[in-house]
């Protein structure tokens, strides 16, 4: 089980709703090929991108069955199953296992704080346990469920007592504990990176993996970032990530993950808005976001994909 790792983009996939916010899982399927197509390594399902959060558990199982199938093994799927209740997340994990899913990641309870090290890792054995045979990330992701326990002890106790420990999604911008987790124990952990802005830096650190929403739509520039990295071209891995930093300005101009469906339209996939609370930008702001981008060049060094001309 160790032996598996989450190398390269891997896209926190969106979840399409309808006009009247119910699931539109047919648009999943051309998506799927569009990433793969962008170069995309794997899918994060049901994350904070997806708005699993926000979802009926079965409509999270409805939505991880259609990456599923859609996926059909040509790149790892990796289910996000937190839950405020620990027993639905457990089932939630049963079900992605179920459902065919390659990796299971889970953030912990948020409502009821999770104030040390070892009732984080009770809940995620708890969790874990749920799908025995995958591999295990814990969703680090203190910005969102105020839980900043120290992952390097995570790591250490939740080895003792989690079999399918595998790693960590680290969407935190502490670069210096995101690399002690990589080095702990002669880099036994997989710790993917998750916080799209600050790429370089975590490459720097010695990341091999990085999930996030931005790679749904500029997947080629991240490409050409870690390109230009592993050629030893700080310079110009400095610029493409300060276009980056750019673009997700831009964007988080608006209500962050409305904005980006809205941009995903644009590029021809119709996903819809995001459910309450998040809400939907109107045409009006759609209309000012697009020429927004427009004004920095995103059509140009954005994606290699033309945006289409009237999708909103
Ligand atoms: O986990 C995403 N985080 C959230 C991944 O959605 C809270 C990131 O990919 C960010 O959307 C991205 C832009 O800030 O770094």
């Known amino acids: 089980m160790h032996a598996q790792r989450l190398t390269g983009l891997i896209a926190a996939t969106y979840t399409p709703l309808d006009a009247q916010g119910e699931l539109a899982l047919d648009v999943i399927s051309p998506m799927v090929d569009h990433l793969l197509a962008q170069g995309i390594n794997g899918l994060y399902v049901c994350g904070s991108t997806g708005e699993g959060m926000s979802l009926i558990d079965e409509e999270r199982s409805a939505v991880t069955q259609a990456y599923v199938t859609a996926t059909a093994g040509r790149v790892p799927v990796v289910v996000q199953v937190g839950h405020n209740s620990v027993a639905a997340a457990r089932r939630l994990a049963s079900a992605a296992q179920q459902a065919g899913a390659d990796v299971i990641s889970a953030t912990c309870p948020s409502y009821f704080k ?39 002890e995570f790591l250490r106790r939740g080895a003792e007592s989690i079999p399918n420990l595998v790693g960590l999604k680290y969407t935190d911008t502490k670069l210096h504990e995101f690399q002690e987790c990589l080095e702990l124990e002669d880099g036994r952990f997989d710790v993917v990176w998750g916080c799209d802005e600050m790429l370089l830096g975590a490459l720097a650190t010695g990341a091999q993996g990085a999930i996030g929403s931005t790679y749904n739509i500029a997947a080629p520039l991240y490409q050409r970032l870690i390109n230009a990295f592993d ?82």
């Not at 927004?292 to 994606?303: H, P, R």
């Open 114 to 152: 999770v104030s040390h090290v070892q009732a984080l890792v009770d809940c995620m054995a708890e969790v874990a346990a749920g799908a025995p045979e995958l591999p295990f990330y814990y969703y680090h992701i203190p910005a969102l469920t105020g839980s900043t326990i120290d992952m390097v």
């Open 231 to 312: 050629n030893e071209n700080v310079n110009e891995a400095r610029r493409l990530q300060s276009l980056s930093i750019q673009m997700i300005r831009t964007i988080a101009r608006h209500p962050f993950h409305p904005a980006m469906k809205v941009v995903l339209a644009m590029l021809g996939f119709d996903v819809g808005g995001c459910r309450l609370p998040q809400g939907s930008l109107s045409e009006g702001e759609a209309q000012i976001l697009r020429e927004q981008l427009n004004s920095i060049g995103f059509f140009e060094w954005g994606t290699l994909t033309q945006p289409l001309q009237s999708s909103s």
